[in-house]
């Protein structure tokens, strides 16, 4: 039974599809895919991994995570009901990260972070030019020194050894 005073347009429909079982469907479908793909690496032994074995672990974590947003998604809002103001933001952050994949190999680790770190935090999120440039400079250099130096991981140096 509805309220008199409340229009009948107030009250949404219950069925659908909702925002969270696509979300968690997607999600599992990237699990399936990693998993997929991490099949002609070994993976090895709990004691002794091998470089199949992470992608493995994060392919489950990420189903699990996938699956449980889906069985949880039952209040969230269905589909065709969600306010797409923020989509070209995010079509905009999905770009930027395209455009550093490839840049990667062409300039280097330490330059494609730099530059993309400022276009993130400078040109989308309008931050002040020195605190951008503080961060994207201590994130590249930290993140190089962790990985390259620490972690012994090969990152790309492009054409200037840098």
């Known amino acids: 039974?509805?309220?008199?005073?409340?229009?009948?347009?107030?009250?949404?429909?219950?069925?659908?599809l909702r925002s969270d079982w696509l979300s968690g469907a997607v999600l599992i479908l990237v699990a399936l895919a990693v998993a997929w793909e991490n099949r002609v690496f070994p993976t090895g032994s709990l004691a002794e991994p091998g470089p199949g074995y992470v992608p493995l672990l994060f392919a489950a974590?990420?189903?699990?995570?996938?699956?449980?947003?889906?069985?949880?998604?039952?209040?969230?809002?269905?589909?065709?009901?969600?306010?797409?103001?923020?989509?070209?933001?995010?079509?905009?952050?999905?770009?930027?990260?395209?455009?550093?994949?490839?840049?990667?190999?062409?300039?280097?680790?330490?330059?494609?972070?730099?530059?993309?770190?400022?276009?993130?935090?400078?040109?989308?999120?309008?931050?002040?030019p020195l605190p951008t440039l503080a961060v994207a400079l201590g994130f590249a250099f930290a993140s190089h020194y962790l990985f390259a130096t620490l972690l012994k991981v090969q990152l790309p140096r492009g054409p200037w050894g840098f």
């Open 61 to 128: 974590a990420l189903g699990c995570f996938g699956l449980l947003i889906m069985l949880r998604g039952s209040a969230s809002p269905l589909l065709n009901t969600i306010d797409w103001t923020e989509s070209r933001r995010g079509l905009v952050l999905l770009v930027a990260c395209g455009v550093a994949v490839f840049a990667l190999e062409r300039i280097g680790y330490r330059l494609t972070m730099i530059a993309l770190l400022v276009f993130l935090l400078g040109v989308v999120e309008r931050k002040r």
């Open 1 to 16: 039974m509805t309220n008199a005073s409340q229009p009948a347009a107030d009250a949404a429909p219950s069925r659908g």
